[in-house]
T-cell receptor, first 113, second 111 residues
Framework: KAGVTQTPRYLIKTRGQQVTLSCSPISGHRSVSWYQQTPGQGLQFLFEYFSETQRNKGNFPGRFSGRQFSNSRSEMNVSTLELGDSALYLC????????????FGSGTQLSVL | TQLLEQSPQFLSIQEGENLTVYCNSSSVFSSLQWYRQEPGEGPVLLVTVVTGGEVKKLKRLTFQFGDARKDSSLHITAAQPGDTGLYLCAGAASNTGKLIFGQGTTLQVKP
């Protein structure tokens, strides 16, 4: 069974640009959640999607958005990038939600210059 | 706001030593998960504890959930270099649908 796949692995952008990250969950998993990981703040919950609907959202500005497609694949978008957005972005999939066993991808390392 | 505080933040020990990592909060969690993350990879779930006072063992790792479900600990016996990594606790915040992560404990086990 294939694991959670995140693309791209690395990304370098400049301030003001926007970026789209992709996450393909494990087959059969309907929940995809996104997290931002930085050395200073640790792992912080961004949002969760289940069956194409955003079910929960963390405390991040509106520049951070996401969506989920009918095949459960999910994308995360960050607009008007700021230096502080540099982080490892992780997605995780599970059968039913964030309280169940989460399977994480390897993440996308975003650097904003 | 529900917070999870992990301690210590960093731990460097020799192979064969024992260690304990703590995860504390003033809030009650319906369950608590422990993950290990290696460089360049996403976290991998080690265990989930659900019942207050619950103790789970995974080979040399022992996990305990506090009676009041506000704290948890991870004890490693006879640590090995392969235990090196970032250990994260994560609490299921009751009725919010969110998972709250601790800051993590970076463990280095020297051969």
């Amino acid at each position: 069974k294939a694991g959670v796949t995140q693309t791209p692995r690395y990304l370098i952008k400049t301030r003001g640009q926007q970026v789209t990250l992709s996450c393909s969950p494990i087959s059969g998993h309907r929940s995809v959640s996104w997290y931002q990981q930085t050395p200073g703040q640790g792992l912080q919950f961004l949002f969760e999607y289940f069956s194409e609907t955003q079910r929960n959202k963390g405390n991040f500005p509106g520049r951070f958005s996401g969506r989920q497609f009918s095949n459960s694949r999910s994308e995360m978008n960050v607009s008007t990038l700021e230096l502080g957005d540099s982080a490892l972005y992780l997605c995780a999939s599970s059968l039913g939600g964030v309280y169940e066993k989460l399977f994480f991808g390897s993440g996308t390392q975003l650097s904003v210059l | 706001t529900q917070l999870l505080e992990q301690s210590p933040q960093f731990l460097s020990i020799q192979e064969g030593e024992n260690l304990t990592v703590y995860c504390n909060s003033s809030s009650v969690f319906s369950s608590l998960q422990w993950y290990r993350q290696e460089p360049g990879e996403g976290p991998v779930l080690l265990v989930t504890v659900v019942t207050g006072g619950e103790v789970k063992k995974l080979k040399r790792l022992t996990f305990q959930f506090g009676d009041a479900r506000k704290d948890s600990s991870l004890h490693i016996t006879a640590a090995q270099p392969g235990d090196t990594g970032l250990y994260l606790c994560a609490g299921a915040a009751s009725n919010t649908g969110k998972l709250i992560f601790g800051q993590g404990t970076t463990l280095q086990v020297k051969p």
